[in-house]
C-alpha cells in the first residue's frame, strides 16, 4: 500500500514553513525599512545614521541591550496572552484591565504579607498578580460562554473599569501611610519591602543595576517556551487550536467549546497579570495611580509581529524594545522626531501580516501541489483482497 | 425519460467552439493535457471525469478565468484569445458556477441585472420586466420580486441560470449543477435545460453523476487525468462502460450486501422534538442498515445533531441499548461506542488547518492512549495511530504533517471514516457520506459501510442520494418535516419510497 512516501521526501514540513516565515518576516522588515527610509529623506537625515543610531542603542552597549531587554520582558507576557486567545479563536483586548488589576493584587500581596521572609514574599507577589489576572478575566469569559457577549466587547468595557477600580484601590485600601515629608502629591501605594523585588540580573552581565535587568526577562522567555509547550503539546492547546480553527468539528470532536474558552482566557489573564510585573516588582517597587503603560495594547502588535507564535513572540518583543530604545536615539541623535518610531511600529505590523499572508498561501499552494501529485502518481489500486470479501 | 436524439438541428452544421490540443498547467500538474473538443449548437453536452480530471479547468479556460499555456480555441470558426469573463461573455459563453455568487437581500431582478445596469440611473420596472420575459420565454419558474435569501437553493441556481440568458449567452457552462440539488429540483433543472436546448442554446453539463448524464446529455466526453479518453452518445454507452473510462478500471455498482443476523437493538430514537425535528422515532438493530432518505432540509442534520448529542432537544430520548444519552454529551456519547461520519466533512469533521495526525485523534485525544499526565499529548502514539489509519484505509498523501485542507475530498472522507472506524464503534451515524466524492472513492466508502454491518454493528445510513440509500440499507425509512413517514423494503419500487418523501403516509405499514 504505497501512501506515504517517505523515501521520495525532501525537506520536512515544520522546516520549509520556519524557512518560509523567516524569509516573510525578513522581507517585512526591509520594506518597512525602505518606507522608513523615504521619510527619514525627508528629515534631511541619512538613513543608515538614523537606523544605525537605533540599532547602536540596543546594541552598542550592555546598558543599552539591558535597556532594550528591559523594555521587551512586559511585552512577551501581554502578547503572549493576547495570542493564547487568538489561537482559541477570541480576541482579548483586555490584557491592559486584566495586568492593572494584576499590579493591585500583586501590591496588595506586597505590602500585607510582609511577614513573609526572603524570597517568598516576592512569590507571593507574583502569584497574586496571576489570581488577578485570572480573575479579572474570568468575567468575560464567563459572560461569552454563559450569555454569549462578545469578548471583544467587554473586555474592552472592562479596562475601564479596572482603571477605576484600582485608581480607587490605591487612593483607598492601599494608600500610602507615611506621608514622607508632604511633598508626595501623587496618590500611591507604600514601598514594598526589598525581598518583593525580583532579583537584578544585569549585574552578573556587567550592567549597572539602575537598567533594572531582572530574571523576569529569563522566566518571560522560559514562559514563552511553556506556553509553546501547552499550544502544541498538549491537550489544552490541542483543543484551544481545534476550536479557533473549525468549532464545529472540535464540538463533533467531544471538545466542549465554553470548556475550551474558559480556560483559555484563564490563561490568558494569567499571562497578562505578569505583564506589570517589571515595572512593579523589578523596577519601581510601589504602585501608583494612573501607572496603565498601555502594555496590553502593545502587546497585540507584538502578538501580530511574533504571528502568534510564542517563540516568534520573544523576538517581536526584543525587536519592539529595540525601536523603544530607537526613541531615545533619535532625540539624542538625530532630527527625525522620535515619532518615526511609531511610524516605523505601524509599517512593520502592516508589512508583516501582509508577507505572512503571501508566505502561507504559497505554501499551501506547494503542499496542495505535492498532495496532489502524490494522489495521481500511483496507478489506481486494484481491490484489495480485504475489499473482495464484501462483494464475494 | 431518455432524451437522446431530442437536440435537433445538428450534424453538418460547423461546431459552435472548438478546442485544438488546448493545455492548461497548473504549478506541477499538468491539469489539461492538449484537449481536443467540438461543441455543436443546440447540444447538451457532457463532461464528466472524476475530481481532478480537469473538466472544470478545461471550461474556465473557456469563460476567460485562466489562459491557457497551449493550444487554440476557435469560436464560431474563429479563433479567440479570451482573457477575461467579459470576453466570454461578449463572445455568448456564460458559465454557472458550483458556488453562487448571488447578493442575499437583493431580488432576483436586481441580481440578474447586477453589473449590467444600463446608465446611471437604474430602470428597476424594465429589468424586472425583462427578467420576467426571460423566465417565461424558457419556462423558468421564478419571481422576479423576490428576495434571494427567501430562494431554494434550486431556485438560486435558476437566478444564476437567468442572469446568463440575460447577458444574451448561447453557450452556457453548468458546473457540477446538480450538486447542490435535491432530486426533484434536479428534474426541474432538466425540464429547464431542454426548454433551452429547445430554443438552440448550447449546454456544458460538467459532472461525475453518470445517471444524470445518461438522462440529459447529448454528447458525453470523458476526461481522466487532464486528456480526453473518449467520446460517446448515452444511445451508445452504459453507465458501467462511463465508469470505467472516468475511473479506468471497471467498477461495481451494486455491491453485494453481506447477510447478517440482525440482533439487538443499538440505537432508539423516541419522538425526537428540537430544531426541524417534529416527533421522530425510530430503531437501529446490531447488523443493521437503516437508510434515511428524504429531501434535504427536512431535518437530516438535525437527526444527526440529536444523535451525538450536539443539539439541545426540546423532547424525546435518544437511546444506546437501554441507556438514555441524555445529559452525557458528545464525548460522553462518543465513549459509549457511537462513531460519526458528519454530512459537512469540513464543518463537523475535519480541522483544515490542522495536521492529518492531529486530525486523526480528534474525540480520542484525551483518552488514556493517547495523552497523560494532566494532559500531555503523547505525539509519538498519535502519529503512530494516524500512519497505521491512512495505511489501513489507502488515504493518499505524502506525509502526515500536512494540514488536512492539502487532500482531496475523497482522500479526507476516508481519513474521516478511519479516525471514526478505528474505535470499533457499536453504533455508526453516517450522514451524506459519498457527499461531493467521485465514483472510486463512492465505492470505497460503500464497502466500508458494509463493513461496518458484516461487523454487526447498528447503522444509521442518512442520504438524499436515492441510489445510495437503496444499495445499502435493509430498511429504509422516509423523513419528511422532522418525521417518519414510512417504512419500506429496499426492494420497495423507488416511486413508492418517493411518496414518503413527500410525506404521503398512507404509504406506511408496507
Not at chain 1, 518560509?20 to 521619510?39: C, D, E, K, Y
Not at chain 2, 506541477?28 to 480530471?53: T, Y
Not at chain 2, 446611471?120 to 424586472?128: F, Q
Amino acid at each position: 500500500m504505497a501512501t506515504t512516501q517517505t523515501t521520495r521526501r525532501q525537506i520536512p514540513e515544520w522546516l520549509e514553513s520556519l524557512v518560509g516565515q523567516l524569509g516573510a518576516l525578513l522581507l517585512a522588515l526591509i520594506i518597512a525599512l525602505a518606507i522608513g527610509s523615504v521619510i527619514i529623506v525627508l528629515y534631511d537625515e541619512s538613513p543608515l545614521d538614523v537606523y544605525g543610531a537605533i540599532v547602536e542603542y540596543s546594541f552598542g552597549s550592555a546598558e543599552g541591550f539591558g535597556y532594550m531587554l528591559v523594555a521587551a520582558t512586559p511585552l512577551i507576557f501581554s502578547a503572549l496572552a493576547t495570542a493564547v486567545c487568538f489561537k482559541g479563536g477570541m480576541f482579548n483586548i483586555g490584557v491592559e484591565g486584566q495586568y492593572i488589576v494584576a499590579m493591585a493584587f500583586a501590591a496588595a500581596a506586597a505590602l500585607w504579607f510582609d511577614f513573609l521572609p526572603g524570597p517568598l514574599l516576592m512569590w507571593a507577589a507574583i502569584v497574586a498578580a496571576m489570581i488577578g489576572g485570572m480573575a479579572w478575566a474570568s468575567i468575560p469569559a464567563l459572560l461569552k460562554v454563559r450569555t454569549g457577549a462578545h469578548e471583544v466587547v467587554t473586555t474592552i468595557m472592562l479596562n475601564g473599569v479596572a482603571a477605576s477600580l484600582v485608581a480607587w484601590i490605591i487612593g483607598g485600601p492601599l494608600r500610602y501611610e507615611e506621608t514622607g515629608g508632604g511633598y508626595n502629591v501623587n496618590l500611591r501605594t507604600d514601598p514594598f519591602a526589598d525581598n518583593a523585588m525580583i532579583p537584578d540580573l544585569g549585574h552578573l552581565l556587567g550592567i549597572r543595576p539602575s537598567v533594572k535587568l531582572t530574571w523576569l526577562f529569563p522566566a518571560a522567555v522560559l514562559t514563552a517556551m511553556v506556553v509553546w509547550f501547552i499550544m502544541r503539546r498538549m491537550r489544552l492547546g490541542y483543543e484551544a487550536r481545534a476550536v479557533g480553527s473549525a468549532p464545529g468539528s472540535a464540538q463533533a470532536g467531544g471538545i466542549s467549546i465554553g470548556g475550551v474558552q474558559i480556560r483559555l482566557f484563564l490563561l490568558s489573564g494569567l499571562l497578562a497579570g505578569l505583564a506589570g510585573m517589571q515595572q512593579l516588582l523589578g523596577d519601581q517597587g510601589f504602585l501608583p495611580v494612573g501607572y496603565e503603560a498601555g502594555l496590553g495594547f502593545i502587546g497585540i502588535g507584538v502578538a501580530f509581529l511574533g504571528q502568534n507564535n510564542p517563540i516568534g513572540i520573544i523576538f517581536a518583543a526584543m525587536l519592539w524594545g529595540v525601536l523603544a530604545r530607537g526613541e531615545t536615539a533619535l532625540q539624542i541623535e538625530t532630527d527625525v522626531p522620535r515619532e518615526f518610531v511609531i511610524i516605523l511600529q505601524g509599517l512593520l505590523i502592516m508589512t508583516v501580516v501582509i508577507t505572512y499572508q503571501i508566505a502561507k498561501r504559497r505554501l499551501l499552494t506547494r503542499q496542495l501541489r505535492r498532495e496532489a501529485e502524490v494522489e495521481q502518481a500511483p496507478p489506481p489500486s486494484e481491490p484489495t483482497a480485504g475489499d473482495e470479501e464484501v462483494a464475494a | 425519460m431518455s432524451s437522446t436524439g431530442e437536440g435537433a438541428g445538428r450534424g453538418s452544421a460547423p461546431p459552435l467552439v472548438v478546442f485544438e490540443k488546448v493545455s492548461k498547467r497548473f504549478p506541477g500538474v499538468l491539469a489539461n493535457d492538449e484537449v481536443s473538443l467540438e461543441l455543436r449548437q443546440g447540444e447538451v453536452h457532457a463532461l464528466i471525469g472524476e475530481n481532478g480530471a480537469g473538466k472544470s479547468t478545461l471550461m474556465r479556460v473557456l469563460y476567460g478565468m485562466y489562459p491557457s499555456d497551449g493550444g487554440s480555441i476557435f469560436v464560431r470558426g474563429q479563433e479567440v484569445k479570451i482573457a477575461s469573463p467579459r470576453d466570454a461573455i461578449a463572445l455568448g459563453i456564460g458559465m454557472v458556477h458550483q458556488h453562487f455568487v448571488l447578493v442575499d437581500p437583493f431580488t432576483v431582478a436586481e441580481n440578474v441585472i447586477l453589473g449590467d445596469e444600463d446608465g446611471r440611473v437604474l430602470h428597476e420596472e424594465d429589468a424586472e420586466a425583462k427578467v420576467a420575459e426571460i423566465a417565461r420565454a424558457y419556462r423558468f419558474q421564478i419571481d422576479p420580486h423576490a428576495v434571494v435569501e427567501d430562494l431554494s437553493v434550486g431556485e438560486e441556481q435558476r437566478v444564476e441560470i437567468l442572469k446568463a440568458l440575460y447577458r444574451g449567452v448561447e453557450i452556457l457552462i453548468l458546473d457540477e449543477p446538480t450538486a447542490v440539488l435535491t432530486p426533484a429540483e434536479t428534474q426541474d433543472l432538466f425540464a429547464n435545460l431542454r426548454e433551452l436546448r429547445q430554443a438552440g442554446k448550447t449546454i456544458v453539463f460538467i459532472s461525475h453523476k453518470l445517471d444524470e448524464v445518461l438522462e440529459v446529455a447529448d454528447r458525453i466526453t470523458v476526461l481522466r487525468r487532464g486528456r480526453v479518453v473518449g467520446e460517446t452518445s448515452p444511445a451508445a454507452t452504459s453507465k458501467a462502460k462511463l465508469a470505467e473510462m472516468m475511473v479506468g478500471r471497471p467498477v461495481l455498482f451494486s455491491l453485494e450486501k453481506p447477510e447478517v443476523e440482525v440482533g439487538e437493538p443499538m440505537l432508539g430514537l423516541e419522538d425526537l422534538r428540537g430544531g426541524k425535528l417534529n416527533g421522530l422515532s425510530l430503531e437501529v438493530r446490531a447488523g443493521e442498515i437503516v437508510g434515511v432518505a428524504g429531501v434535504e432540509g427536512n431535518g437530516q442534520r438535525d437527526l444527526a445533531d440529536a444523535v451525538m448529542g450536539l443539539r439541545p432537544l426540546d423532547g424525546g430520548r435518544v437511546m444506546l441499548g437501554d441507556r438514555d444519552v441524555a445529559g452525557l454529551g458528545t464525548q460522553g456519547i462518543r465513549n459509549e461506542g457511537v462513531a460519526f461520519v458528519p454530512e459537512d466533512r469540513h464543518e463537523q469533521g475535519l480541522v483544515l488547518d490542522m495536521t492529518l495526525w492531529e486530525n486523526a485523534v480528534m474525540g480520542r485525544h484525551d483518552d488514556l492512549e493517547f495523552s497523560r499526565w494532566g494532559g500531555v499529548l503523547l505525539i509519538s502514539k498519535i502519529k503512530e495511530l494516524a500512519h497505521r489509519l491512512i495505511g489501513e484505509y489507502d488515504v493518499r498523501t505524502r506525509s502526515i504533517e500536512v494540514t488536512a485542507r492539502t487532500l482531496s475530498g475523497g482522500n479526507q472522507q476516508k481519513l474521516i471514516l478511519a479516525r471514526e472506524l478505528e474505535t470499533d464503534p457499536g453504533v455508526l451515524v453516517a450522514a451524506q457520506p459519498t457527499r461531493g466524492l467521485d465514483v472510486g472513492a463512492i465505492e470505497f466508502v460503500w464497502r466500508q459501510i458494509l463493513d461496518q454491518k458484516a461487523a454487526g454493528r447498528a447503522v444509521l445510513l442518512i442520504s438524499a442520494e436515492l441510489d445510495e440509500i437503496f444499495a445499502l440499507s435493509d430498511r429504509i425509512v422516509t423523513l419528511y418535516e422532522g418525521r417518519i413517514t414510512g417504512e419500506y423494503p429496499p426492494d420497495a419500487p423507488p416511486e413508492e419510497v418517493g411518496r414518503g418523501m413527500l410525506g404521503d403516509v398512507s404509504a406506511e405499514g408496507t
